[in-house]
């Protein structure tokens, strides 16, 4: 397997514009979590999906995030409109459910300008 | 409040030197785990621990659930070894973690 692959690696956009980030789990993974990391506040859980259910979004900083996970295979973060405190590194990870070894993508690196 | 604490938070350790960091935690969790975060920003997970310890080469984790304390031992350091390690503990059902603010390992050769 691959491994978590997330797309774009890196993505740089203007202020107010929509951005989207993507991100394939593991095959057989059932859980998927996204988190964003920034030099202030290091990494921060957004949302957790099991089996394509969103478990835990407490997280998500406002309103203008969403995230989708239409089905076992595929997530979207998106963030509209986008503003420049929204620059940071995105994770996904994936595992399977209960306290196992969780498997980071690469990362987003978003900047807004 | 940190759930998770780390130290230290900067670490600059000559080759070959022993190197401990140390995670305390103040939440109920159904496992630990230590990560590593490489300049340009990969994340690999180290270890996953719910009890006892753990060794994978030059590395060994413990972890006292009563005291609720992890450390991260590294045996005969090496610049390879310089990284953010970041200690980070999943409450509930599955891995939705708690991160430490990381430490910066610089190993000098």
């Known amino acids: 397997d691959a491994g978590v692959i997330q797309s774009p690696r890196h993505e740089v956009t203007e202020m107010g514009q929509e951005v989207t980030l993507r991100c394939k789990p593991i095959?057989?993974?059932?859980?998927l979590f996204w988190y964003r990391q920034t030099m202030m506040r290091g990494l921060e859980l957004l949302i957790y999906?099991?089996?394509?259910?969103?478990?835990?979004d407490s997280g998500m900083p406002e309103d203008r995030f969403s995230a989708k996970m239409p089905n076992a295979s595929f997530s979207t973060l998106k963030i509209q409109p986008s503003e420049p405190r929204d620059s940071a590194v995105y994770f996904c990870?994936?595992?399977?459910?209960?306290?196992?070894?969780?498997?980071f993508g690469q990362g987003t690196r978003l900047t807004v300008v | 409040k940190n759930e998770v604490e780390q130290s230290p938070q900067n670490l600059t350790a000559q080759e070959g030197e022993f190197i401990t960091i140390n995670c305390s935690y103040s939440?109920?969790?159904?496992?630990l785990h230590w990560l590593q975060q490489h300049p340009g920003g990969g994340i690999v997970s180290l270890f996953m621990?719910?009890?006892g310890k753990k060794k994978h080469g030059r590395l060994i984790a413990t972890i006292n659930i009563q005291e609720k304390h992890s450390s991260l031992h590294i045996t005969a350091s090496h610049p390879r070894d310089s990284a953010v390690y970041i200690c980070?503990?999943?409450?509930?059902?599955?891995?939705?973690?708690?991160f430490g603010t990381g430490t910066s390992l610089t190993v000098i050769p």
């Open positions: 990870a994936s595992s399977l459910t209960g306290p196992t070894e969780a498997f």
């Open positions: 095959s057989g993974h059932n859980s």
């Open positions: 999906f099991n089996n394509n259910v969103p478990i835990d």
């Open positions: 939440v109920g969790i159904s496992a």
């Open positions: 621990l719910s009890s």
């Open positions: 980070a503990v999943a409450g509930g059902t599955g891995n939705q973690f708690y």
